[in-house]
């Protein structure tokens, strides 16, 4: 699978289905990577020819999505939304097209890839051969006492020009299954080769001889590692991350090239194109009525991938059913079936993506409307699935195709996303973003507001304390932004007025600021959270249940990415707003203050992954590094992976003693999830020093320090 974007496994396995399946539905926690799904497979699609619709709830969320889109190399989208998007739209359109990409580019793109994938490939297969070789030498000490016999039985598998893979072909057609006479005597052929190849006798079983051929692998691989001095594979690693950078610039080159080209902007699609800029220039009902004459096919030929919100498809879209070949809907939980009806008629096929955990559509349909109008059109059976008063968009694709869950957490360090991990996802997080320096950090302030009160909606003590927080973090801004965010209406609209009044526009762009409710930051991210409550003690009940509505205060807790301050004047929280509040001022649950013993297994288990017995020369490496004062904790947990060593306590720095246990694939996959999280990863392979921990501390502890890490 070729994509612009990095994927794990199971995202790689939501664009698979998204080619074929009707319907494919993922979920998944804030920053589990849901975005980065969608958009995976909106260009997945765009790519082998076909057109795309995402639709969004928000016009912010479908900014994000844009900019995502940007800033992957890849075909520019066509966002669309509020009268100034269509009027940008419009103009552009105006200006006409140019004559398109040539064939000849075209080729010279995809030879530009299969250059990309091979050296892709060529590079993993000699890594893949490196650990391959480290993993059959790491089974010799248990071969080791059966050799002699082994030997004894077979001595030409042992001899070093022997042909050992000829002798596993002949193992297996000895061992082929069959009763007819042919296989008994294809069997009997075979046999009889096998033990001329091995040397064995007539008598040595079958069985004896492939544990020969695996232990003179292990004699072999150990023989080798010896004569070239071990394992290490830093250039490969390094060559293997350039390899995937060039062929994802490769793959989004040749994507924008191919969308852009000749072939597309035939002439019924420059007048779809002209017509739609017309279209954009009219009133609401003459531009409805000029939509319904687009040739939409042409349309989305020209211009295959476009993404804006549920509520302007209609005003935008030629009215054409299955116009789109997948129309993706973002954030679906907060989308009502009746804004989702004119997107999902442009579907051939639809993704759609949400959280049931997180905020849900508010409907003002009524439960008599509901039941009167699906008696009326004979549909009462459907009830359960048409019931547009609680069944969101999410919910009816749920009950229509597997869903798809994504649990590698990308966004938040532990203390930020731990509270809504246990209390509303069960701890089935995978959090990647955990390491030494952020996993006892403490991410989240709560500023108490004395002698407060709530004036027509609005707290003023509390706002007084968002603005001095903004001027202290004004002094150096974190680089992704400053949000302000607050459950009510009234306080975030008082937060904003209060904020233009102290800031210009160009401060305001350099701060990266931006303010609003909690629905209008679904789906929204930034580096630093500021969350006003605008709650006092004595505020009406419906207030405080407001606030605590799970759905809610799960959102309203989880758009940071490195900081979140709470300011409250409550002085007696209750319910899940006193829970967080106490849960921020608590010491957090990782490991002990001082590194744990390095002869024993890992820190507690936080992620849900088992903890593994460190082998003979992971614990005598990690007792020579603590000896030379580096902190080391074994089998350390990174979101489903685990790190051999992880040296030091202030940064994401690991070793890797051994070959993961689950094979080649599976430490490749380790090595480039983790290093994307920021990981700095050794081989340290005992090979390398002959087996000689005290050599190889010394030498690790040197390029560590030298790399900037690893101190206590």
């Given at each position: 699978m070729l994509s612009p974007l990095p994927l794990n496994a199971a995202q790689r396995d939501v664009i698979r289905r998204t080619r074929t399946a009707p319907v494919v539905v993922v979920s998944g926690a804030p920053g589990n990577g849901k975005s980065h799904a969608l958009v995976a497979a909106a260009l997945d699609t765009v790519a082998h020819g076909g057109s795309v619709l995402v639709a969004t709830q928000s016009t912010h969320a479908a900014e994000v999505l844009g900019e995502l889109l940007r800033r992957h190399p890849g075909p520019p989208p066509v966002l669309f939304g509020d009268?100034?998007?269509?009027?940008?739209?419009?103009?552009?359109?105006?200006?006409?097209?140019?004559?398109?990409?040539?064939?000849?580019?075209?080729?010279?793109?995809?030879?530009?890839?299969?250059?990309?994938?091979d050296r892709v490939d060529g590079v993993r297969a000699g890594i893949a051969a490196a650990l391959d070789q480290e993993r059959l030498a790491a089974t010799l000490p248990d071969w080791q006492p059966l050799l002699p016999a082994l030997?004894?039985?077979?001595?030409?598998v042992f001899q070093p020009d022997t042909d050992l893979d000829a002798i596993r072909a002949a193992l297996q057609a000895a061992?082929?299954?069959?009763?007819?006479?042919?296989?008994?005597?294809?069997?009997?052929?075979?046999?009889?080769?096998?033990?001329?190849?091995?040397?064995?006798g007539p008598a040595v079983p079958v069985s004896q001889l492939r544990a020969a051929v695996d232990a003179a692998h292990a004699v072999r691989a150990a023989a080798r590692l010896s004569a070239n001095g071990g394992t290490d594979l830093t250039t490969a690693w390094r060559a293997l991350v350039e390899a995937d950078v060039a062929l994802a610039q490769a793959v989004g080159t040749a994507l924008r090239n191919e969308t852009a080209s000749a072939r597309r902007w035939t002439g019924d699609a420059r007048r779809a194109a002209s017509g739609l800029g017309t279209a954009l220039r009219a009133g609401r009902n003459r531009r409805r009525e000029l939509l319904a004459t687009l040739?939409?096919?042409?349309?989305?030929?020209?211009?295959?991938l476009w993404v804006g919100t549920v509520a302007d498809v209609e005003d935008l879209l030629p009215p054409a059913a299955g116009m789109f070949d997948l129309v993706v809907l973002d954030e679906a939980a907060h989308i009502d079936q009746l804004r989702a009806a004119p997107v999902l008629a442009r579907a051939r096929r639809a993704l759609v993506a949400g959280d049931p955990r997180q905020l849900r559509f508010v409907s003002f349909v009524a439960d008599a409307d509901v039941t009167a109008t699906l008696h009326r059109h004979g549909l009462d059976h459907y009830t359960d699935r048409l019931d547009v008063r609680r069944a969101s968009a999410f919910d009816v694709a749920a009950g229509a195709a597997p869903v798809t869950w994504l649990g590698e957490h990308h966004r938040c360090a532990p203390h930020l996303i731990g509270f809504s991990a246990r209390r509303f996802y069960d701890d089935r997080l995978e959090l990647v973003t955990r390491h030494p320096?952020?996993?006892?950090?403490?991410?989240?302030?709560?500023?108490?507001?004395?002698?407060?009160?709530?004036?027509?909606?609005?707290?003023?003590?509390?706002?007084?304390?968002?603005?001095?927080?903004?001027?202290?973090?004004?002094?150096?801004?974190?680089?992704?932004?400053?949000?302000?965010?607050?459950?009510?209406?009234?306080?975030?609209?008082a937060v904003e007025t209060a904020l233009l009044a102290a800031y210009d526009v160009d401060e305001i762009e350099r701060l990266g600021l931006r303010t609003g409710t909690v629905h209008a930051f679904q789906g929204s991210e930034a580096d630093v959270v500021i969350a006003t409550l605008g709650l006092v003690d004595d505020d009406p009940p419906a207030r405080h249940r407001f606030v605590a509505e799970p759905n809610l205060f799960n959102v309203l807790v989880t758009r940071a990415r490195k900081q979140l301050t709470v300011v409250t004047s409550l002085r007696s929280p209750e319910g899940i707003v006193g829970d967080y509040l106490r849960y921020a001022g608590q010491p957090l649950e990782a490991t002990d203050a001082a590194p744990p013993d390095p002869t024993c297994a890992g820190p507690p288990d936080t992620t849900g992954a088992r903890a593994a017995e460190p082998d003979t020369w992971t614990r005598a490496l990690a007792v020579e590094?603590?000896?030379?004062?580096?902190?080391?904790?074994?089998?350390?947990?990174?979101?489903?992976?685990r790190v051999d060593l992880c040296v030091g306590d202030d940064g994401p720095v690991g070793l890797c003693c051994a070959v993961h246990p689950d094979g080649v694939a599976a430490h490749v996959e380790r090595q480039r999830t983790l290093t994307r999280a920021g990981w700095r990863l050794y081989d340290a392979f005992a090979s390398r020093w002959a087996d000689d921990p005290i050599r190889a501390a010394l030498d690790l502890a040197t390029r560590i320090h030298d790399d900037g890490g690893g101190h206590r």
């Open positions: 009268a100034e998007r269509r009027g940008s739209i419009a103009t552009e359109l105006a200006g006409g097209v140019a004559v398109g990409v040539d064939d000849a580019q075209l080729r010279h793109d995809t030879d530009a890839v299969s250059a990309a994938r030997s004894h039985d077979a001595p030409a061992s082929r299954p069959g009763e007819r006479w042919w296989s008994r005597w294809h069997r009997s052929r075979a046999a009889h080769r096998l033990h001329r190849l091995t040397g064995a040739d939409a096919e042409a349309l989305v030929r020209a211009l295959p320096g952020n996993e006892r950090a403490d991410a989240i302030d709560v500023l108490t507001v004395a002698d407060a009160a709530v004036v027509d909606g609005v707290n003023q003590a509390e706002v007084a304390t968002v603005l001095d927080l903004v001027a202290t973090l004004a002094a150096r801004p974190p680089q992704g932004g400053i949000a302000v965010i607050s459950p009510f209406r009234a306080q975030a609209d590094l603590t000896r030379i004062g580096l902190a080391v904790r074994p089998d350390y947990p990174v979101g489903r992976w």
